[in-house]
């Protein structure tokens, strides 16, 4: 496993640092960014992982090709009883960004009662605007 970022510190200079955010998934992020909110006082943030640089990584439809390679952890659950104690597979991304990274799209067209659903709700203020299913 490397720690790119944590390496570069710890070989860069004599620096300390008050605070190392570990995991920079999605929330590791966010607290990485909240905690460099000063500019003078770098912070740094490690995740697991290689750079992205295979293409299967920033194409949606290639998500399955992830599955089990390098880009992930390859998770299996305990036994899962609603499962009949089966044991599932956990798609996991290995870098930074974690889980969040390891995305697919997914378009799904509404049913058309649903929108007449929601057009019925009475609303504060008057009527909803008009939406159709895509």
């Excluded at 966010?30 to 003078?40: F, K, N, Q, S």
């Excluded at 390679?69 to 390859?74: A, F, I, Q, V």
Aim: aromatic share 8%.
């Amino acid at each position: 496993m490397t720690l790119p970022l944590v390496e570069e510190a710890l070989v860069t200079g004599p620096e300390t640092f008050d605070y190392l955010v570990v995991g920079a998934g999605s929330a590791g992020a966010v607290v990485a960014t909240r905690l460099t909110e000063d500019p003078g006082d770098p912070r740094p943030a490690a995740g697991a992982g290689e750079p992205a640089d295979a293409d299967e990584v920033n194409i949606p439809a290639a998500l399955p090709t992830l599955f089990t390679t390098r880009w992930d952890w390859s998770y299996i659950t305990v036994e899962q009883k609603p499962l009949d104690n089966a044991c599932t597979y956990w798609p996991r991304r290995k870098a930074l960004g974690g889980c969040s990274s390891m995305s697919a799209m997914i378009y799904i067209r509404g049913h058309r009662a649903k929108y007449d659903t929601w057009r019925a709700v009475p609303r504060p203020g008057g009527a909803a605007p008009r939406r159709e299913p895509g």
